[in-house]
């Protein structure tokens, strides 16, 4: 389920916020389907299915507006989010509530972040979904093999009657996940990412909203037409990962977790490789770039659900890999970053 809070993610590069690489949670855009039936008192495959695509619907087609609360870290940050469909246009705005300045105004072709105190517009396309309250594609068979599935308590949530379901991993290599989701409407309500002790290290959850009110396009705009004279703008270009061979490949991926992206960024001014795998719930981002002339920070790290591990290869590359996994797999990966043998 941000990567200041990243409920809509510009994607800076590969050590910077959480949700910013590829795929991810407010839990992570689109669909899931069928999932496995566990005992008599947990939910069948076929209401599994059906709760997810009504969750994930509800994210898309929903009009909302409420209040974002995410913790990580021992932190709190605080955004107001508006989500609006008019006809088949999706628009959503962001605006942090507390600590430094920023709206993000998102589209279905384009996201623009504007940060006043530093006067500065980032410009980027919209390549995936993923944000709060949205969920990520289906990989079905790693869902139904690695998670099992539960329907747990209900509870009320910002006012609101909800259910909640449960994700927890078969083994060590994945986080576990709980959602909550509105009983009336499908929607998602709230997030949780559990560690390997099944303690919460994110969490996500709307503490007032609005669903299915009428809104009027003023509330989802941007602060100006077009920016004043002293203020930079800041562009991607246009298709900002582009799908081709890199030459790169991960020989130990986890089981369940698989490719669902591979190409070219432009980071920093040149190229990057640019790897994401994804078991369905979550994505793990692996990044190869010639050592940059600075000093690096190697080994693990965190940022709040998202760890990050950086190793120096063959004294010429940077390998970058972070994702919302356990410390040990965003390793286990890392070390596992290879040439593709020539053919």
């Given at each position: 389920?941000?990567?200041?809070?990243?409920?809509?993610?510009?994607?800076?590069?590969?050590?910077?916020?959480?949700?910013?690489?590829?795929?991810?949670?407010?839990?992570?855009?689109?669909?899931?389907?069928?999932?496995?039936?566990?005992?008599?008192?947990?939910?069948?495959?076929?209401?599994?299915?059906?709760?997810?695509?009504?969750?994930?619907?509800?994210?898309?087609?929903?009009?909302?507006?409420?209040?974002?609360?995410?913790?990580?870290?021992?932190?709190?940050?605080?955004?107001?989010?508006?989500?609006?469909?008019d006809g088949r246009n999706e628009f959503e705005k962001l605006v942090?509530?507390?600590?430094?300045?920023?709206?993000?105004?998102?589209?279905?072709?384009?996201?623009?972040?504007?940060?006043?105190?530093?006067?500065?517009?980032?410009?980027?396309?919209?390549?995936?979904?993923?944000?709060?309250?949205?969920?990520?594609?289906?990989?079905?068979?790693?869902?139904?093999?690695?998670?099992?599935?539960?329907?747990?308590?209900?509870?009320?949530?910002?006012?609101?009657?909800a259910q909640a379901y449960v994700f927890e991993p078969k083994d060590?290599?994945?986080?576990?996940?709980?959602?909550?989701?509105?009983?009336?409407?499908?929607?998602?309500?709230?997030?949780?990412?559990?560690?390997?002790?099944?303690?919460?290290?994110?969490?996500?959850?709307?503490?007032?909203?609005?669903?299915?009110?009428?809104?009027?396009?003023?509330?989802?705009?941007?602060?100006?037409?077009?920016?004043?004279?002293?203020?930079?703008?800041?562009?991607?270009?246009?298709?900002?990962?582009?799908?081709?061979?890199?030459?790169?490949?991960?020989?130990?991926?986890?089981?369940?977790?698989?490719?669902?992206?591979?190409?070219?960024?432009?980071?920093?001014?040149?190229?990057?490789?640019?790897?994401?795998?994804?078991?369905?719930?979550?994505?793990?981002?692996?990044?190869?770039?010639?050592?940059?002339?600075?000093?690096?920070?190697?080994?693990?790290?965190?940022?709040?659900?998202?760890?990050?591990?950086?190793?120096?290869?063959?004294?010429?590359?940077?390998?970058?890999?972070?994702?919302?996994?356990?410390?040990?797999?965003?390793?286990?990966?890392?070390?596992?970053?290879?040439?593709?043998?020539?053919?």
């Open positions: 389920m941000s990567r200041a809070p990243t409920l809509l993610l510009e994607r800076t590069g590969p050590r910077v916020k959480a949700r910013e690489h590829g795929l991810s949670l407010l839990a992570r855009q689109a669909a899931f389907t069928v999932f496995l039936v566990l005992c008599a008192r947990s939910a069948t495959a076929d209401e599994a299915a059906a709760w997810l695509q009504r969750a994930a619907n509800a994210a898309r087609q929903l009009n909302y507006t409420g209040t974002v609360v995410y913790q990580h870290s021992g932190r709190v940050e605080t955004s107001h989010l508006v989500h609006m469909l942090n509530l507390d600590g430094p300045a920023r709206e993000v105004i998102r589209n279905d072709e384009q996201i623009r972040c504007y940060y006043p105190d530093a006067k500065i517009v980032r410009i980027e396309p919209r390549t995936f979904r993923n944000a709060f309250p949205s969920l990520l594609p289906p990989q079905v068979n790693a869902l139904t093999e690695y998670y099992l599935f539960r329907k747990a308590e209900r509870a009320r949530i910002a006012g609101m009657e060590g290599l994945r986080y576990g996940h709980k959602f909550w989701a509105d009983i009336a409407s499908g929607l998602l309500l709230k997030a949780r990412l559990l560690n390997e002790k099944s303690e919460p290290v994110e969490q996500f959850a709307f503490t007032d909203i609005q669903i299915g009110a009428k809104l009027d396009r003023e509330l989802v705009k941007p602060p100006f037409e077009s920016p004043p004279a002293d203020w930079q703008v800041r562009e991607a270009l246009p298709g900002e990962v582009v799908p081709q061979e890199t030459g790169w490949s991960v020989r130990e991926v986890p089981p369940g977790f698989s490719k669902v992206v591979e190409g070219y960024r432009q980071l920093r001014g040149k190229a990057v490789a640019h790897i994401v795998y994804s078991d369905g719930l979550v994505a793990v981002s692996v990044f190869v770039e010639p050592t940059p002339s600075t000093p690096q920070q190697f080994g693990p790290s965190q940022q709040g659900g998202i760890n990050i591990y950086s190793r120096q290869l063959d004294n010429n590359y940077l390998v970058t890999v972070l994702g919302e996994a356990p410390g040990l797999t965003v390793k286990q990966i890392a070390f596992s970053v290879a040439r593709k043998p020539s053919q």
